[in-house]
């Protein structure tokens, strides 16, 4: 079945790095569009960013421009966020989403990981 | 906040119909941008609920609906049932900054 499985997250100081993972399975990953959302704990969902199916483009919330990339390997179907620059304010639980749609304004978010999650801690 | 405004809490009977509202601007509901509605539960992830403003994906019953009008969007439910009791948000495509943008959720309580 389709299925999305992050993976990478755990404790890191501010300042630091983390990389997270994200497996793909069940779909031609290759076809589709992924977005990271993060969700801080006790708090709503917040946008990360995206990266097309083809890796022509990336685009990042305001809050990680910078600091945050996007990456895609569509021949192991994984998905990469590399995080730098880490703040308290980064600690969230972090979900991978395949986009479906047909154009960025119809984008929408048919299937979720179950999370991983990120504590930027001293 | 949330470039998308949802009220914080919404309740209602077993039984009855909620509606749970977002607010846009011009540059996303109002430009045109698709409105999309997700629930999440306690500790998962959030789930598909109705895409491209009005449709629901397959096994969401029939009870939960989605309008737009204008730089709004609405969520309906009704025959509302205890199973209810999440968290819903909405989420659209903001062409200002371009990227993707979800309200702030609105937590529904069924009495």
């Known amino acids: 079945q389709v299925q999305l499985v992050e993976s990478g997250g755990g404790v890191v100081q501010p300042g630091g790095s983390l990389r997270l993972s994200c497996a793909a399975s069940?779909?031609?990953?290759?076809?589709?569009?992924m977005q990271w959302v993060r969700q801080a704990p006790g708090k709503g969902l917040e946008w990360v960013g995206f990266i097309r199916h083809d890796e022509s483009n990336e685009y990042y919330a305001e809050s990680v421009k910078g600091r945050f990339t996007i990456s895609r390997d569509n021949s192991k179907n994984m998905l990469y966020l590399q995080m730098s620059s880490l703040r308290g304010e980064d600690t969230a639980v972090y979900y991978c989403?395949?986009?479906?749609?047909?154009?960025?304004?119809?984008?929408?978010?048919?299937?979720w990981g179950k999370g991983t999650t990120i504590a930027v801690s001293s | 906040q949330s470039v998308l405004t949802q009220p914080p809490s919404v309740s209602g009977a077993p039984g009855q119909r909620v509606t749970i509202s977002c607010t846009g601007s011009s540059s996303n509901i109002g430009a045109g941008s698709d409105v999309h509605w997700y629930q999440q539960f306690p500790g998962t992830a959030p789930k598909l609920l109705i895409f491209?403003?009005?449709n629901r994906p397959s096994g969401v019953p029939d009870r939960f609906s989605g309008s737009n009008s204008g730089t709004s969007a609405s969520l309906a439910i009704t025959g509302l049932q205890s199973e209810d009791e999440a968290d819903y948000y909405c989420?659209?495509?903001?062409?200002?900054?371009?990227?993707?943008?979800f309200g702030g959720g609105t937590k529904l309580t069924v009495l």
């Open positions: 989420q659209s495509y903001d062409s200002s900054l371009s990227g993707w943008v």
């Open positions: 069940g779909f031609t990953f290759r076809n589709y569009g």
């Open positions: 989403a395949k986009a479906y749609g047909y154009n960025y304004a119809s984008y929408y978010m048919d299937v």
């Open positions: 491209r403003n009005n």
